[in-house]
């Protein structure tokens, strides 16, 4: 009796959380041949950390009652690991409770080994999310027209980066699908690779140790937000050591300038990393971001 309970509550899991993995593409793009292989490690805070994605791909969580909303989920890692676990599998999980279709996107991580242009790959990557999920949006009980995209770290910048450089197509698109999410969700981003506010480790990893003025200002998405950038929630704590809690407000100011919709979260404490639930204060910012959503028409009551 017991093992058909046991049996029964794992397929009702299952079912809460049904998984697709999809791969992003057939043959992919600015790719070299190399002889390395993902890696994927769980350390013993329970984080599984995946580093050396060679073939991109996004894992797909379907509510029991979709709602048409889907969320494209970008982990952090300073564009050298992905923390897949609590910056992506456990929020795609709750964002299914709320009948959002949540995809956790595995992209590549910046080499010089595995691509021919390192500063493309990971955009090339979302922007392929993008394009898949409003490819398949009917068949998978998607409104193409509430298509979000979320970021923590330097997957936040990946996200900003989608929500800024949206027509720059980085894949072929003949059909001309649209790669502009219609929201971002930013969690302590990495915005801007400016000197004052940048993380280090990101910008080397993406661009090189040595980035010429241009390419700085090239991937500061705080300087490229205009009047058709998507509207944004954002979540930083001041005391952030990783990355300066100043890159969430200035992307929120350029929103702000630009009259398009924001929201920003500012935690006095917090540091880095703490995914959907941070210890050091009291508030659930994954419920305010619910609110918000709902606000904005992406999600009903």
């Known amino acids: 009796m017991k093992k058909g309970l046991i049996f029964i509550l794992i397929l009702t ?44 791909e996004i894992i797909m969580y379907r509510p029991e009652k979709p709602n048409g909303t889907a969320v494209l989920i970008c982990p952090g890692g300073g564009y050298r690991i992905l923390a897949i676990t609590h910056e992506g599998h456990d929020v795609a999980k709750v964002f299914n409770q709320w009948g959002v279709t949540a995809f956790v996107l595995k992209y590549r991580l910046p080499d010089d080994k595995t691509m021919m242009d390192k500063t493309i790959g990971p955009l090339q990557d979302a922007e392929r999310g993008i394009q ?22 330097a997957g936040g910048h990946l996200a900003a980066s989608l929500s800024t450089k949206y027509n720059q197509e980085l894949i072929e698109n003949h059909k001309h699908i649209s790669l502009r999410p219609d929201f971002s969700v930013l969690i302590y981003p990495v915005v801007s690779f400016s000197d004052s506010l940048g993380h280090t480790g990101s910008r080397d990893n993406l661009i090189g140790k040595k980035p010429s003025p241009g390419q700085i200002k090239k991937f500061s998405n705080e300087l490229l937000v205009n009047k058709k950038t998507p509207p944004a929630f954002l979540v930083h704590a001041k005391d952030d050591g990783g990355v300066p809690f100043a890159n969430s407000v200035v992307y929120y100011e350029a929103l702000q300038k630009n009259k398009i919709p924001a929201s920003i979260k500012l935690f006095e404490k917090g540091g880095h990393g703490f995914g959907m639930h ?24």
């Open 132 to 153: 898949l999920i409003r490819q398949n949006a009917k068949q998978w009980g998607i409104d193409p027209k509430k298509v979000g995209v979320m970021g923590f770290s």
């Open 13 to 56: 899991s299952n079912m809460l959380h049904a998984q697709e993995t999809i791969k992003l593409y057939d043959v992919v793009p600015n790719s070299k041949t190399s002889d390395i292989a993902e890696k994927s490690e769980t350390a013993a805070d329970g984080i599984t950390r995946v580093s050396q994605v060679v073939s991109p």
């Open 278 to 301: 941070n210890k050091k204060e009291v508030g659930d910012w994954m419920n305010e971001l619910q609110q918000w959503l709902v606000k904005e028409k992406f999600l009903k009551k």
